[in-house]
């Protein structure tokens, strides 16, 4: 896939991700299919061939493990600044914050930084790292949020023995 679609699909992701952040989001405690967005960005990402540039290997090797890091890190900062409750019905919610948005901003801060000691360095990355990179963000920030939701349980606490 040419660079041009993968950054159309980077930006569509990242669009539909926001978007749906502003506004209340019925989570599934049950979710089975969390992990497959994430996924598909990954095979995308590893199917291109400029995911490591091959002139300069473990330079370009370090900077996907730092931007995978950085996604990892603001994917979950991301869920745990999420606001995530309960309502009346049994039905978990979740919704982001403003400070969710700084940490999005903070995010791709990062992501251009690391891009920008690539550029430095003489190192190419193409957007098969940033894809890896969102994938990271999404999986992290899924994986959190279920981990939050599994622990909003009954307010009561059941003794043991009684």
């Known amino acids: 896939m040419p660079g041009t679609a993968n950054g159309l699909v980077i930006v569509a992701v990242l669009v539909l ?12 405690a049950d979710a089975e299919r969390w992990w497959v967005l994430p996924a598909v960005l990954v095979f995308m990402a590893v199917r291109e061939p400029g995911l490591i540039d091959p002139a300069h290997p473990a330079a370009s090797a370090g900077l996907l493990a730092g931007g995978v890091l950085a996604g990892l890190a603001t994917g979950a900062a991301w869920a745990w600044s ?3 409750w ?15 948005a700084a940490i999005w901003l903070g995010g ?18 193409g957007s098969a790292a940033t894809m890896v990179t969102v994938a990271a963000v999404l999986l992290a920030r ?11 349980g009954p307010a009561y606490r059941v003794t043991a023995g009684g």
Request: charged residues 15%; positive net charge.
């Open 17 to 28: 991700t926001l978007v749906r952040q502003v506004r209340p989001q019925r989570v599934s």
């Open 82 to 84: 999420s606001r995530v």
């Open 86 to 100: 309960t309502d009346a019905s049994g039905v978990t919610w979740a919704r982001g914050s403003r400070v969710t």
């Open 108 to 125: 791709a801060a990062l992501r251009l930084g690391l891009h920008g000691l690539g550029a430095l360095a003489g190192v190419h990355q």
């Open 142 to 152: 899924t994986a959190v949020v279920l981990h939050r939701v599994h622990g909003t």
